[in-house]
């Protein structure tokens, strides 16, 4: 065999494929990671900034939210939308906490990196994150204090908190408020566990007004109006009917030809259509009900007959909506008008249609006991509106969380640095190099007081060494805050927040650190004209979008 036979290279690969392997995968991976963490970074805290998202027709979202960020940036890099799934899971899992999952998850990749900078390998820091993860569980349970539904005061604490940094702040106290009595409405009790759905918190925005306007319906705000100017304007002591069911006369199933020979037969069809919808109305008004949610349509006849039997109609509502007016009123749906009773009717105190800004809503209010409610949002434009809208979102599901594990933490930095010096101490129980990583763990956790200072223009050498200082002489809660620059005890001046906040953003962000560290290779497939991959600028390191 010669050896120009011997050197012949074997492609097991098609042509055009890209593949990167050994450290230089991993660096590609890394550094797409920490560029995604290093875009949400700056909005962390309460000094945290915003930023405007532009897409390709322009539209513009203005926000500090960090996932929000991450959805609206088109993230092309395989490695860095692992990242952005961190985040996405966090906004599922709790509604808030996202950018401190981000932020996390890069600041691990970048501590590993200088470990393997240091020839240790992968799976050994790998391990030594999944020691550091189940130990910090331990940890922030053990640190977390009880609460319950009934401490309002801590609750809308912790509301504050969650809005504090974002475009809410200015109306925080009303829609913290707000907030904690959506919860508290919409919560259920099973046994010892809390049951909170948040969709039955139903948020409505309408640009005009101030956002101190803001205001908690204990009930339902549709986007309707009625569907007949003789209809009343205001229904009080109002008894509710759902109905899946048009009222409308049905068309055949089948097309049929009808020959008329006397215009008295074409004057007895027309009675006939307008005796049946006449006898739909009377179904309605026979069962007790003066307003009607139709998730259908309501025929124009059918709408006169109401509105001269005094009944306020709306049609085409959503099905969701439907579902909200159901747990709101207490009334049953029903998919049949002639099974249509008294006992499937509701009760709402006022049923109204009311301008709002330049559109009539209307407003299905005092429920006796509703398990939905309305969270009606006002501001002066509707970016305003919308990043209120975001801001609230992130108090409800603070609210809730807090609620459901029934444990809260304190924030300000106070929890990572308690939690840093737990891990700290439980690596020297360690031998071996997974120790090495444990203490990264540490390290990579303090990434969120040092941003929190650093965002605030504050020297966060002096701020880290204050705060360890404070903590090592038995201070658990010591925190930053940001506005005075000096060192406070976070529980008594009431930045609180969720212990599931923390709990899961940990657990995120360390699982998917140790998926990435443990990529070696990337293969990028040619695509199916043999052009090569589609991969971002830059081949498999490069940074997408970003």
């Not at 970074?41 to 929000?68: F, W």
Request: aromatic residues 2%; negative net charge.
């Amino acid at each position: 065999m010669t050896t120009q036979q011997q050197l012949q290279p074997i492609f097991i690969l098609s042509e055009g494929s890209q593949r990167t392997t050994g450290k230089n995968a991993q660096r590609s991976n890394i550094m797409a990671a920490k560029a995604v963490a290093e875009t949400v970074r700056t909005t962390l805290g309460p000094k945290g900034m915003d930023k405007m998202l532009v897409d390709s027709l322009g539209d513009v979202v203005i926000t500090n939210d960090g996932v929000t960020i991450l959805e609206e940036m088109s993230i092309e890099h395989p490695a860095a939308k692992m990242i952005v799934e961190v985040a996405k899971t966090q906004e599922d899992e709790v509604g808030d906490g996202t950018t401190t999952a981000v932020v996390l998850s890069g600041e691990l990749l970048k501590q590993a990196e200088e470990l393997i900078d240091r020839e240790i390998h992968p799976t050994v820091i790998a391990r030594g994150y999944r020691l550091a993860a189940d130990k910090s569980q331990e940890i922030l349970n053990s640190i977390s204090e009880p609460i319950s539904e009934t401490d309002i005061a801590t609750l809308q604490k912790i509301a504050t908190t969650a809005m504090t940094g974002k475009g809410a702040e200015q109306a925080k106290d009303t829609l913290s408020r707000i907030s904690v009595e959506a919860i508290r409405a919409i919560s259920e009790k099973d046994g010892s566990r809390m049951l909170i759905d948040i969709e039955n918190a139903k948020i409505e925005k309408k640009v005009g007004g101030r956002v101190e306007e803001s205001e908690l319906i204990q009930g339902i705000v549709l986007d309707k109006e009625k569907v007949h100017p003789g209809m009343p304007r205001v229904v009080k002591g109002a008894k509710v009917a759902l109905l899946d069911a048009a009222i409308e006369v049905k068309n055949t199933e089948i097309e049929t030809k009808i020959q008329v020979s006397d215009p008295a037969q074409m004057q007895a069809f027309i009675d006939m259509e307008e005796k049946m919808l006449r006898d739909k109305v009377e179904k309605v008004a026979s069962a007790g009900a003066n307003v009607v949610f139709c998730q259908k349509g309501i025929d124009d006849m059918a709408q006169h007959f109401m509105s001269k039997k005094g009944i306020y109609a709306a049609r085409r509502v959503s099905k969701s909506d439907m579902e909200k007016l159901a747990r709101a009123t207490g009334s049953k749906i029903v998919t049949n008008l002639n099974d249509l009773t008294r006992e499937d009717l509701g009760f709402a105190g006022v049923v109204e249609e009311v301008k709002v800004g330049n559109e009539n809503m209307t407003y299905v209010r005092e429920c006796k006991n509703p398990k939905s409610v309305t969270i009606l949002i006002r501001g002066g434009t509707e970016h305003v509106v919308d990043e209120i809208k975001r801001a609230v979102e992130d108090a409800l599901g603070d609210v809730a969380a807090s609620l459901r594990i029934g444990k809260v933490v304190a924030g300000a930095g106070a929890s990572e640095i308690e939690l840093a010096r737990g891990l700290r101490k439980f690596s020297e129980s360690l031998s071996g190099r997974e120790q090495l990583a444990v203490m990264a763990f540490a390290e990579a956790v303090e990434i969120i007081p040092r941003t929190l200072a650093e965002n605030s223009g504050l020297d966060p050498i002096d701020i880290m060494t204050e705060l360890k200082a404070a903590h090592d002489t038995g201070k658990k809660w010591a925190g930053i805050n940001v506005f005075t620059g000096k060192i406070i005890d976070a529980w008594k001046d009431g930045v609180l927040e969720p212990l599931k906040i923390k709990t899961q953003a940990v657990s995120s962000a360390s699982e998917v650190a140790i998926m990435i560290l443990r990529i070696d290779d990337v293969i990028a497939s040619a695509g199916k004209s043999g052009k090569g991959p589609e991969m971002p600028p830059g081949g498999p390191g490069g940074y997408g979008d970003m």
